[in-house]
């Protein structure tokens, strides 16, 4: 995994003023090396740096040092902010920092990046956008648009290949397989801005083409309260949902948390709630009432 050193340059000055599937680390990894500028980042408000200083601060006054356990101590942390899609758009690619809206994607990058970020002894809002970073684009290194991995299955091959996270799906007894063509962003062009730029366009669709035929594991929804999701799954792992959406694999990203009887229940940032909250049904009720949607998709913090 590559990880960066962020500069400090006087940044609060500059910003808006507004209102090994155990999921523990062997090593501490300390972010050196190169920078990310203050000219490279797009903040909502100065406020939010100084949340995620004060999140970082609770998250090492907790002594939790297992991943999952810390992904669930900040997911609850985050309850009731408000949904709000799109906050990473904009007329250049930067690294946005907004950790008063998020959607689906930034709650789960919010969670990793802050989780991440104390599992190394780190407690400033910089290591948290160095994290953030190397989730959130190819490489772990932001350049233009298309640098974002903006396909789940990009994200999880991505992520998975320098050790941010396993994929546990195939662990799972009755796991099965999903073979699909990934290609909605580049037949929707006309819902994404960015892709009205030919270059981009053109970049994006080179990326489809390595997830033509992507076949990937799954489990179906009516197995999500079985023995063998029960014996794998824990609370704090993500979980994206499959979808039947021609070109696209995953609609929508959440954490795991369990009721009583160990079902899992998914703690999400809810577009229908328009805030992060747990679901008041466990998730295979839940799927149930979905027809777009097939199975679900885990993985954890490595």
């Known amino acids: 995994m590559r990880i960066k050193k962020i500069l400090w340059l006087g940044a609060i000055g500059l910003l808006c003023s507004c209102g090994s599937?155990?999921?523990?680390?062997?090593?501490?990894?300390?972010?050196t090396a190169e920078a990310i500028t203050i000219e490279q980042m797009r903040f909502h408000c100065a406020n939010d740096?100084?949340?995620?200083?004060?999140?970082?601060?609770?998250?090492?006054?907790?002594?939790?040092?297992?991943?999952?356990?810390?992904?669930c101590?900040?997911?609850?942390?985050l309850e009731g902010t408000p949904y709000v899609a799109h906050t990473l758009e904009g007329e250049e690619e930067k690294l946005t920092i907004n950790i008063d809206e998020l959607d689906c994607t930034t709650f789960v990058e919010t969670l990793y990046a802050l989780t991440r970020a104390t599992l190394n002894g780190r407690d400033t809002w910089r290591d948290y956008?160095?994290?953030?970073?190397?989730?959130?684009?190819?490489?772990?290194?932001?350049?233009?648009?298309?640098?974002r991995l903006h396909y789940m299955s990009d994200w999880i091959?991505?992520?998975?290949?320098?050790?941010?996270?396993?994929?546990?799906?195939?662990?799972?007894g009755c796991a099965r397989y999903e073979i699909?063509?990934?290609?909605?962003?580049?037949?929707?062009?006309?819902?994404?801005?960015?892709?009205?730029?030919?270059s981009i366009y053109e970049k994006i669709k080179n990326v489809e083409v390595g997830y033509r035929s992507h076949r990937f594991p799954y489990i179906k929804k009516e197995q999500l309260n079985s023995n063998d999701v029960k014996k794998v799954v824990k609370r704090g792992d993500f979980v994206g949902l499959v979808t039947k959406m021609n070109g696209l694999d995953l609609s929508h990203l959440g954490i795991i948390e369990l009721d009583s009887k160990g079902n899992p229940?998914?703690?999400?940032?809810?577009?229908?709630?328009?805030?992060?909250?747990?679901?008041?049904?466990?998730?295979?009720?839940?799927?149930?009432?979905?027809?777009?949607?097939?199975?679900?998709?885990?993985?954890?913090?490595?």
Not at 21 to 31: C, T
Not at 163 to 171: P, Q, Y
């Open 73 to 77: 101590f900040y997911a609850h942390k």
């Open 157 to 172: 091959v991505d992520n998975t290949n320098r050790g941010n996270i396993v994929d546990v799906t195939s662990d799972i």
């Open 265 to 302: 229940v998914l703690l999400d940032a809810s577009s229908i709630g328009k805030k992060v909250m747990l679901e008041n049904v466990d998730l295979k009720t839940q799927l149930q009432k979905r027809q777009s949607n097939k199975g679900v998709r885990i993985f954890r913090m490595r």
């Open 180 to 198: 699909k063509t990934l290609d909605y962003m580049s037949t929707h062009r006309d819902s994404y801005p960015s892709l009205a730029n030919d």
């Open 21 to 31: 599937h155990d999921g523990n680390v062997s090593k501490v990894l300390v972010p």
């Open 49 to 71: 740096t100084v949340k995620i200083n004060e999140l970082l601060a609770a998250g090492k006054s907790s002594g939790l040092t297992d991943a999952n356990e810390l992904v």
């Open 129 to 147: 956008a160095s994290h953030l970073e190397d989730l959130r684009y190819r490489h772990g290194e932001i350049g233009d648009y298309s640098s």
